[in-house]
Structure formats: structure tokens, C-alpha cells
């Protein structure tokens, strides 16, 4: 079985793949199918990266500086992860249900 961290998402176990990383001597987790096909919730949410560049619907609130979705009101990060879910309505997927942000299950390397 493959290292791998788990997340519930809306009633859905969405696993992210760990690959050891040499200079930090440590497991990490990967992102790169996340870059590639971005993925949505059950309830049409997008997992995103913190660092992906804040889209047009942003909601900055005090941090006007901010230019990332990590700085975005309507961003919910995991702890311990750089992905997180948009709650902004604006950019759910068109017929999908109203869902609960997620929770992050780790399993043993």
C-alpha cells in the first residue's frame, strides 16, 4: 500500500499521495494530479492549492495584499496541508448540493 494521506470531503475520502522528499528527509504529500485536472467535492466545491493565484470572486477582507486563495476568506485549508476547499458559491459546479468543508484522516507511513 502506498503512503498517503486522507481527507473527508462532503462524504468523500479524497487521498493525497506521499512521495519521500530527500532534502527534507521526510514524507510530503504530492500535488501534481491537483495542478494538472483540478478536483471538486461531492457538492461541487474546488480543492485547491493555497498558493493558486486568488480567481476574480476573492474575498480578501483586512489582507488586501493578499493574492492567493490562502489569503481568501471563502478558502478552507486542511492543517498540516497546502490544499483546502472555495466555499464561494460563485465557484461551485452548477447542481450540486450544499455540503460541509472537510476533515483530514492521516494513515501510518
Aim: hydrophobic residues 25%; charged residues 30%; proline residues 8%.
Amino acid at each position: 500500500m502506498k503512503a498517503c494521506n486522507r481527507y473527508e470531503l462532503d462524504g468523500e475520502i479524497l487521498e493525497i499521495p506521499l512521495r519521500w522528499d530527500q532534502r527534507t528527509q521526510a514524507y510530503v504529500e504530492d500535488y501534481g494530479d491537483y495542478i494538472d485536472q483540478p478536483a471538486y467535492t461531492p457538492a461541487g466545491r474546488p480543492i485547491l492549492l493555497t498558493i493558486e493565484d486568488a480567481c476574480p470572486h476573492a474575498d480578501m477582507g483586512d489582507s488586501p495584499g493578499g493574492i492567493d486563495c490562502g489569503a481568501c476568506r471563502h478558502y478552507h485549508q486542511f492543517p498540516g496541508s497546502q490544499l483546502g476547499v472555495c466555499s464561494n458559491e460563485k465557484r461551485r459546479r452548477p447542481g450540486k448540493q450544499r455540503g460541509a468543508a472537510g476533515t483530514r484522516k492521516e494513515e501510518p507511513i
